[in-house]
């Protein structure tokens, strides 16, 4: 299966899919990119905007998985008056409501699969999504209700978060030396094991297909 990994960070939902599908990872941040290809060597690794990549490569892929910045519109926005105030970044609801709209109608542009991820937001979410847990998903196909009993939501701030951050995600992050702190790269990383359960049900899905298609003819 060909699988677009936008916006890649160091690979946090990606880390437990294994090396048999064809994977191209684009991430902005050049030193981001070169860890994630140290990771994960087999995949094929773009330094590029995400979002400009999305619409013109979005046909070329089976499966997608966008995780826009989320700063602007996480719920710290709401309480901590520190932070500066932000109009919320559009391009989530821009690259959502693109992918709605290809995968629709008898011959859809887009035949494949997506998942845009995010923050519960601390305003009402402007698309209807699926939360699980900490984030929300916007997706053309349903999601388990559980996705991990992992908790990251345990780990709280502080002198050990950092620590926490590493073994949760089983990564040091200190071996980043980029100009993004390493608290706000570690807390991007989604749960490997969520990634897991997402992917293997749009395997699922897939083998159903494709075996409603043989038994058609």
């Known amino acids: 299966m060909k699988i677009l990994n936008l916006y890649a960070c160091l690979g946090g939902n990606r880390y437990k899919w294994g090396d048999e599908h ?12 070169k860890l994630y290809q140290e990771r994960f060597p087999n995949d094929k690794v773009i330094v590029a905007d995400a979002h400009q990549y999305l619409l013109d490569h979005y046909k ?45 109608g008898e011959n859809p542009r887009f035949k494949g699969k997506y998942v845009v991820e995010n923050v519960i937001p601390y305003y009402q979410p402007l698309i209807i999504a699926q939360k699980r847990n900490r984030h929300m998903y916007w997706t053309n196909f349903k999601l388990p209700n559980i996705l991990s009993y992992r908790e990251q939501a345990k ?25 993004q702190s390493v608290q706000k790269v570690a807390r991007n990383l989604v749960d490997y094991e969520a990634g897991k359960t997402i992917l293997d049900t749009v395997m699922g899905i897939r083998r159903k297909e494709n075996i409603n298609q043989i038994e058609l003819f």
């Not at 064809?22 to 990119?33: G, K, N, Q, R």
């Not at 780990?155 to 100009?179: A, T």
Request: glycine share 4%; charged share 35%; net charge negative.
């Open 60 to 104: 070329e892929f089976d499966f997608i998985w966008s995780s826009p910045p989320c700063p602007t519109h996480s719920r710290a926005r709401g309480w901590n008056t520190k932070l500066e105030t932000k109009y919320p970044d559009m391009k989530l609801y821009e690259e959502i409501i693109m992918l709605e709209t290809v995968s629709k």
């Open 22 to 33: 064809e994977i191209t990872a684009v991430e902005w941040d050049e030193e981001l990119a």
């Open 155 to 179: 780990i709280s701030s502080g002198l050990n978060e950092i620590k926490k951050l590493c073994e949760f995600h089983d990564y040091d992050f200190r071996q980043y030396k980029g100009k």
